[in-house]
């Protein structure tokens, strides 16, 4: 048997292969057969190849469509996604209901404050608080002089139906009025305040306080709420209490008050 060895490479796949030219051997039976060559095969296979591309592409793709679709839809994961469905509807549900717990706590307590708020207003109700001014008909007045020591005395202020002694006069008026009427013991029973007279060169200024009281409370009102000392001490500690500098001209010596009872 004579065997002709040819080292070749392929061209397309770049592989080292061993080629026989021509052969001829016993196959036992004396009869002579001839080994193809590589590159005939490789001839085959393609001519089979391309004839069928077309049909073989499509047909790959296919089954590769059908097989992802299959592992999508197994009964396996089908279980996964519906658990986890299930597992986000249930913490969706609770966290509902944890919000429907706290706005029906705050609405709960909400309540509650307002209720406590107006049982207090009625359990508290100061009798005292409600009362008919117009019931309130006996007076009491009180009489006194203050130093206004910013102020220089005119002969202007000398005379009470001239204009300056009726504007300072007015700004006194208001600022007495605006006193009493801010104290929650005398308030409800003061009526008005007067400005009478202005003089001496350090410039005095005599004043009345009028103060209305009903009948049926007047022994026990002119005795304490409308006592002298009661009067005199709210019209002092307003006087300690303002600010020389703020006060201006307005400014009255708190140690040069005096007051008494008009009988």
């Known amino acids: 048997m004579d065997i002709e060895l040819q080292t070749k490479t392929n061209g397309n796949h770049g592989a080292t292969y061993?080629?026989?030219?021509?052969v001829t051997a016993g196959n036992g039976d004396g009869a002579a057969y001839r080994i193809t060559d590589v590159g005939e095969e490789d001839g085959l296979l393609s001519a089979q190849t391309s004839g069928c591309n077309g049909g073989t592409v499509a047909s790959d793709h296919a089954v590769e469509t059908q097989i992802n679709l299959e592992k999508i839809h197994t009964p396996q994961e089908t279980s996964v996604v519906c658990r986890i469905k299930g597992e986000l509807n249930e913490v969706i549900f609770w966290r509902v209901k944890l919000w429907m717990a706290i706005i029906i706590l705050f609405f709960f307590i909400f309540a509650v404050i307002i209720i406590s708020m107006l049982l207090c207003s009625v359990i508290h109700e100061d009798k005292d608080e409600i009362f008919d001014p117009s019931t309130f008909q006996v007076?009491?007045?009180f009489n006194g002089s203050f130093q206004l020591p910013n102020l220089v005395f005119t002969e202007e202020l000398f005379t009470m139906s001239s204009n300056e002694s009726q504007t300072l006069a007015g700004e006194l008026r208001e600022k007495l009025a605006d006193l009493y009427r801010s104290s929650p013991a005398l308030g409800r029973y003061f009526s008005k305040a007067d400005i009478y007279a202005f003089r001496n060169q350090s410039l005095l200024a005599d004043y009345q306080l009028t103060f209305l009281m009903p009948a049926e409370h007047q022994d026990?009102?002119?005795?304490?709420?409308?006592?002298?000392?009661?009067v005199y001490n709210v019209f002092r500690q307003f006087l300690y209490d303002q600010e020389p500098d703020k006060s201006g001209q307005m400014y009255i010596d708190p140690v040069s008050l005096n007051m008494f009872l008009k009988h």
């Open 18 to 22: 061993l080629s026989k030219e021509q």
């Open 220 to 230: 026990q009102l002119r005795n304490i709420t409308l006592s002298r000392e009661m």
């Open 139 to 141: 007076p009491q007045c």
